[in-house]
């Protein structure tokens, strides 16, 4: 068994992945809001 040291992993590519999820969420939620307003204000 490997020994673990705390904090030498390289999270390079792990932050990426998050960043890019966190955008595509980010835009997801936006035209989420979008398409509500544009409902209540057609609807409404």
Do not use: N, P, W
């Amino acid at each position: 068994m490997s020994d673990h040291k705390h904090g030498e992993m390289d999270t390079t590519v792990q932050e990426k992945t998050f960043e890019g999820f966190m955008k595509i969420t980010q835009r997801a939620v936006i035209g989420i809001i979008v398409v509500l307003i544009l409902l209540a204000l057609i609807g409404g």
